[in-house]
């Protein structure tokens, strides 16, 4: 007996998330990041910390600024829908000029020196998100940081059902 009735699992499928948050790479300006997949019953209640990365920001006729990016992601509930998946997600973005990452057995910082301007930006998103199957959620924010999420349902030999266009880094 199945608890919900859209569940892949009566398929011999299981879904899995593709996320990804990506940044111009402040030394060559091309795109940089990090883009993992997790199982779904995974994701409940797990929290994903990114890797701690540097931004740059050169306005015209001004000297550049910097920053460093801290960013975290959440799920906290899903639910399987006909032809997707709902979640709960919550991200976390924060660029200030100092930055420390302390999990258990690793802890990594870095500063922008006090005497080069320092960007400051945070940004908390709390929403519910429907995601249909292969189709990617997006949100573009300051200084080109980005953060996609795609659910892709997978076959019992392990091999993707739907395509999720998040590309690797």
């Not at 009566?10 to 879904?15: D, F, G």
């Not at 883009?35 to 209640?45: M, S």
């Not at 998946?85 to 999990?103: A, M, P, S, Y």
């Not at 998103?125 to 959620?137: F, M, N, R």
Request: include cysteine.
């Amino acid at each position: 007996m199945w608890r919900n009735p859209n569940d892949p699992a009566r398929n011999k499928q299981y879904v899995v998330v593709v996320n990804s948050m990506s940044w111009p790479n402040a030394a060559s300006g091309k795109q940089d990041g990090t883009r993992t997949v997790w199982q779904l019953q995974e994701l409940n209640n797990n929290e994903e910390i990114f890797p701690l990365a540097q931004l740059k920001h050169c306005p015209d006729a001004l000297p550049c600024a910097w920053g460093v990016l801290l960013a975290s992601r959440n799920v906290t509930r899903y639910t399987y829908e006909q032809g997707g998946v709902t979640l709960d997600l919550g991200l976390n973005v924060d660029v200030h000029r100092r930055q420390q990452d302390r999990r258990r057995n690793f802890h990594t910082s870095i500063a922008v020196p006090a005497d080069v301007p320092a960007l400051s930006y945070q940004r908390v998103l709390q929403e519910t998100v429907s995601l249909p199957y292969g189709k990617v959620y997006r949100v573009d924010m300051d200084y080109g940081i980005t953060y996609q999420l795609c659910a892709q349902r997978v076959d019992a030999d392990g091999k993707p059902v739907d395509k999720c266009d998040i590309p690797y880094i």
